[in-house]
């Protein structure tokens, strides 16, 4: 399976993208999000990648990071939810917005995503919301690329759950892990979590860790 691919843009369309790697050109299908945040024709990106295989169609499927792909793939498993469908909701809500609605059980958010009724979106709510701790947790460093030499595009597949090399983990990430040590269940954390982070979403570490505990807190 191809897992990402670095190369330069030729082509950009309302869905997709076409990348050169070594003259061979990959066409990859990707939410709005992702491709507002790949640069223009002509540079060089990188972009990881799932593919899906059917009897009659082959097609890649671009993120520009793990967490992206994790919940790409998460959000397939859910019955009546398709990779287009996917990627209505990632490009609609982002990689924390659909953690948080998840988290949150907030299937009205995920119901804002173009062709997402209400039924589908409290199917992945319901679904998802045990797995939600587990990508939350991942790091969301960046797959985009710096301009190469000629030449130098490659196809790799790095391990499925691996932070890219010098990325950060996100502040939720952290505030998750640090709650998880703390002794509290991977379904109270993300929500609280969740929560603080709607209610500051630059919210550093420290501060969402200090949010969510006040949210755990046995109410007197």
Same mark, same amino acid.
């Given at each position: ?16 993208? %076409?990348?050169? +790697? @070594? /003259? $061979? #050109? ?13 640069? &223009? *024709? ?32 998460? %959000?397939?498993? +859910? @019955? /009546? $939810? #398709? ?13 924390? &917005? *659909? ?35 587990? +990508?939350?947790?991942? #790091? ?14 490659? *196809? ?65």
């Amino acid at each position: 399976m191809i897992g990402r691919i670095a190369g330069r843009i030729d082509y950009r369309a309302e869905d997709h993208v %076409l990348i050169d +790697v @070594q /003259g $061979v #050109g990959y066409l990859v299908f990707c939410s709005d999000r992702t491709l507002q945040a790949l640069p &223009g *024709v002509g540079e060089h990106a990188a972009v990881y990648t799932d593919l899906l295989v059917r009897d009659d169609l082959l097609q890649l499927f671009g993120f520009t990071t793990l967490v992206e792909k994790e919940w790409h793939r998460l %959000l397939m498993s +859910v @019955q /009546g $939810v #398709g990779a287009k469908a996917s990627l209505a909701i990632l490009g609609a809500l982002g990689v924390d &917005g *659909v953690s948080r609605a998840i988290a949150l059980g907030d299937w009205n958010a995920v119901k804002a995503a173009k062709g997402i009724g209400p039924k589908t979106a409290q199917r992945v709510v319901n679904e998802l919301k045990d797995k939600a701790p587990q +990508v939350m947790a991942m #790091g969301t460093g960046p797959a985009t690329a710096p301009p190469q030499p000629a030449g130098a595009d490659e *196809v790799i597949e790095p391990p499925e759950a691996v932070t890219p090399a010098g990325a950060r983990p996100s502040a939720q990430a952290e505030a998750l892990s640090a709650l998880a040590n703390l002794g509290y269940g991977p379904g109270d954390a993300a929500s609280a979590v969740a929560q603080a982070a709607g209610e500051d979403p630059q919210a550093e570490t420290t501060t969402l860790i200090r949010a969510a505990l006040k949210l755990l807190a046995p109410k007197q």
